[in-house]
């Protein structure tokens, strides 16, 4: 068992090293370093386009199971209690409210992820192709991350009273509250729902950068076909 541990890792290091190498002897291999970070940038536009843009439709939360807000743990005694008693529509109304304003919100983060593009530098795409399958979903988590929750946090309070987020909970928590022993419950759900549309927002980045590194079928145009061979 050891020497297979051993032989895993030999050969993947082998294989970065192999990939760094050739990513090193750039223009000589026929690619340009400009058209490596093109071609990050080009796959992270289609994350965008595609992925990014559903999340803004209607149940592009609700109705997709990798996103979909729930209630925050503390919380999710609310929902059971009003299912059991019957109230199944009510705690469905009361999770509508938090992914239609998460909705509401991802309308605000293209200009961000466009900007965040458009700064990535050869090294920051040579890292990235050399990353992780993720790694360039993580770039831009950390580099728009502080703006988008800057961005999301007050359209999400705002779409909460456009859409009577107010009286839905308050009516959610009052019917909650009136259940014998049950402890009284009054949060506020801004902030939760502000992080959980965040995390929403990078997984299904996350999604197509996964898909354009395993399946060629994914790399749509020949700059993406051309760069992402070098990781292959």
């Known amino acids: 068992m050891k020497k297979i541990l051993a032989l895993v890792i030999l050969l993947n290091f082998t294989a970065c090293a192999e990939l760094q190498q050739v990513v090193n002897q750039l223009p000589q291999g026929g690619i340009s370093e400009l058209d490596i970070a093109n071609g990050l940038r080009e796959a992270l536009d289609l994350g965008i386009d595609k992925q990014v843009a559903k999340l803004t439709e209607t149940d592009g939360f609700f109705k997709n199971e990798l996103v979909k807000i729930l209630l925050p743990e503390e919380l ?9 008693i019957g109230l199944s529509n009510l705690a469905d109304e009361g999770l509508k409210v938090l992914n239609r304003a998460a909705e509401d919100a991802v309308g605000e983060a293209t200009p961000i992820f466009v900007n965040a593009v458009k700064e990535i530098t050869f090294n920051d795409a040579k890292n990235i192709l050399l990353g992780n399958n ?13 703006a988008l929750y800057d961005k999301f946090n007050p359209v999400i309070k705002n779409s909460f009273s456009k859409v009577g987020a107010d009286q839905i909970w308050e009516n959610l928590i009052n019917k909650y509250n ?20 965040l995390k929403g927002v990078y997984t299904m980045i996350a999604v197509e950068e996964q898909e354009i590194r395993t399946k060629v079928s994914a790399r749509g145009t020949a700059l993406l076909q051309k760069v992402f061979a070098l990781q292959d």
């Open 76 to 84: 999710q005694k609310v929902d059971k209690a009003l299912r059991d």
């Open 178 to 197: 009136s259940i014998p022993f049950t402890s009284n419950v009054n949060p506020d759900l801004t902030d939760y729902v502000t992080g959980e549309a």
């Open 134 to 146: 993720d790694a360039a979903t993580d770039y831009l988590k950390s580099k728009t991350q502080t």
